[in-house]
Nanobody, 125 residues
C-alpha cells in the first residue's frame, strides 16, 4: 500500500517562505509522478505542481510559477515543495499524491492513486 505523509506547513507572513515535505513509501518515486494540490476553504482542490517519475521534469500552475519549486530526493523517498514569496491566496491545505502526467503538461490523480492527509499553510500578517 502506497503511503504519503506531508509535513512542513504552518503560519507565515506574506512574502515569507515554507518548505513542504512529502515522505512516500519506498520505490514509489521510481514508479509515479508526484503532485502537490491545495484546497482553500470553500474552493475546489487545485493542482499546484508536479514532478515526473523518470526525467525529473517539473510543472507548475501559473499562479505559483517563479515562486514555488518542486524537487525530489530519492535517498530520502521525499518530494519537497519550496514556497517563496508567499501570498495570502496561497493559504489552504496542501496535499501530495501519486499522479499521472498528460501530454499537455497537466496532471491528475487516477482512481487508484494515493493521497496524503494534508498539511495546513496559512499566509497572514
Amino acid at each position: 500500500q502506497v503511503q504519503l505523509v506531508e509535513s512542513g506547513g504552518g503560519l507565515v507572513q506574506p512574502g515569507g517562505s515554507l518548505r513542504l515535505s512529502c515522505a512516500v513509501s519506498p520505490f514509489v518515486l521510481d514508479s509515479y509522478a508526484i503532485a502537490w494540490f491545495r484546497q482553500a476553504p470553500g474552493k475546489e482542490r487545485e493542482g499546484v505542481s508536479c514532478i515526473s517519475s523518470n526525467d525529473d521534469s517539473t510543472y507548475y500552475a501559473d499562479s505559483v510559477k517563479g515562486r514555488f519549486t518542486i524537487s525530489r530526493d530519492y535517498a530520502q523517498d521525499t518530494v519537497y515543495l519550496q514556497m517563496n514569496n508567499l501570498k495570502p491566496e496561497d493559504t489552504g491545505v496542501y496535499y501530495c499524491a501519486t499522479a499521472i502526467l498528460r501530454s499537455n503538461q497537466t496532471w491528475y490523480v487516477p482512481d487508484f492513486g494515493s493521497w496524503g492527509q494534508g498539511t495546513q499553510v496559512t499566509v497572514a500578517s
